[in-house]
């Protein structure tokens, strides 16, 4: 049983560093490691430690991907930078369709009441 839970840290080592590499996309860290997606979500399920590292990855790889976008901005790419004020230019204005939110962003629940007409 020991031998099987070294072999178990072993592998949970490798598929992070798989991810590391594979900037947090699961399956193809598990192929490199040789394990299961289904393996891999019990772990992350089970194993709070586990899990937390697998976010962190998960964050740089984020953060990577807007670096690259940042970069795009600065070389001029219009796609990006509308993109970028897509998303985190909300609050100034730049959206493409009205968000209607009730106190503090929650949804509003609308109602409409179909009143039928009793004239005879």
């Not at 399956?27 to 899990?51: H, K």
């Not at 901005?73 to 204005?93: E, P, Q, V």
């Not at 503090?104 to 629940?109: A, E, F, R, S, V």
């Amino acid at each position: 049983m020991v031998r099987n839970m070294n072999k178990t840290v072993q592998h949970k080592k490798a598929i992070l560093e798989a991810l590391e590499k594979s900037l947090g996309v699961v399956t193809t860290a598990c192929r490199t490691v040789g394990i299961g997606r289904t393996t891999f979500y019990q772990w992350l399920q089970d194993d709070e430690a586990f899990a937390k590292q697998v976010d962190d990855i998960q964050n740089i790889a984020l953060d990577y991907a807007e670096s690259q976008l940042h970069k795009q901005i600065g070389d001029g790419s219009t796609a990006a930078t509308i993109f970028y004020l897509k998303t985190k230019g909300k609050k100034r204005g730049y959206v493409e369709r009205q968000e209607i939110t009730g106190a503090d962003g929650m949804p509003n629940n609308f109602q409409i009441e179909i009143i039928e007409s009793t004239n005879e």
